[in-house]
């Protein structure tokens, strides 16, 4: 999952960013409005965490110009902010979740996964692929009783596609949700990851769930 943090406190966007990291997300981040609304209309992000006491643009109209054009991307407001007016403007005006400040990390962590969950798979929260699982909470997977040790990319990679099975998935895309805006997206890291976690697999099923169509990209299936 890709995620872009807003907030101009620094030390606190930067705790965010470090714990959001620690669970595997890719996560892009900035201190003000104007640099938001920038990255947002060339980036694509699966949930934004916004704060609305923003420099340069306030967040209501970050908020406001994402959805002219946007009503995919989730969006979690994070305010000191805490009158119900200020909520219910937020939500009126597009955001999908509030959460106000001060909060416990492990609180965002778990708003955020209920609304990435909520577009992918509904009430889920282990995704399976035959013996292979995956616990999208404590973000672990699994074959049986095995516990996979896999690095941050490759969770990333492995959870994205069991979220989409039996569709192909590019390069490009993996790199717009795995990966953060620091890539280059010219070298062959992320053929690296996938070539990793496929031996990890392999090891682990006695088979490969993943499979790579020329052309289109790869695919998360369960062995016929």
């Known amino acids: 999952m ?3 943090v807003v907030e101009d406190e620094k030390v606190l966007c930067d705790t965010i960013v470090r714990s959001l990291s620690r669970l595997a997300y890719s ?19 699966d949930l934004v ?5 923003l ?16 009503d995919h991307t989730k ?22 979740d509030y959460l ?38 404590a973000r672990r997977a699994a074959v049986g009783e095995e516990i996979l040790s896999l690095t941050r990319k490759e969770t990333g990679i492995l959870e994205y596609l069991m979220l989409h099975p039996g569709r192909p998935v590019s390069q490009e ?22 070539s990793a976690l496929r031996k990890k697999l392999r090891q682990a099923l006695g088979y490969d769930p993943i499979h790579n169509r020329i052309g289109e990209g790869y695919v998360m299936e369960d062995r016929k």
């Not at 938001?36 to 209309?41: F, G, N, S």
């Open 2 to 4: 890709r995620i872009l």
């Open 27 to 45: 996560v892009d981040f900035c201190y003000d409005g104007g640099s938001a609304m920038e990255l947002l209309a060339v980036e694509n992000y």
């Open 49 to 53: 965490v916004l704060d609305l006491n």
């Open 55 to 70: 420099p340069d643009a306030d967040g209501m109209t970050v908020l406001k110009t994402l959805r002219k054009n946007d």
């Open 75 to 96: 969006v979690l407001i994070l305010s000191a902010r805490c009158d119900v007016a200020d909520k219910v403007d937020g939500l009126d005006g597009g955001a999908d």
């Open 100 to 137: 106000t400040k001060p909060f416990h990390l492990e609180e965002l962590a778990a708003r955020i996964r209920n609304l990435t969950l909520r577009r992918y798979t509904q009430n889920d929260v282990v995704l399976t692929c035959g013996d292979l699982s995956f616990d999208t909470k």
């Open 173 to 194: 895309e993996l790199m717009e949700h795995v990966w953060d805006n620091s890539v280059d997206r010219f070298s062959n890291s992320i053929r690296v990851h996938i």
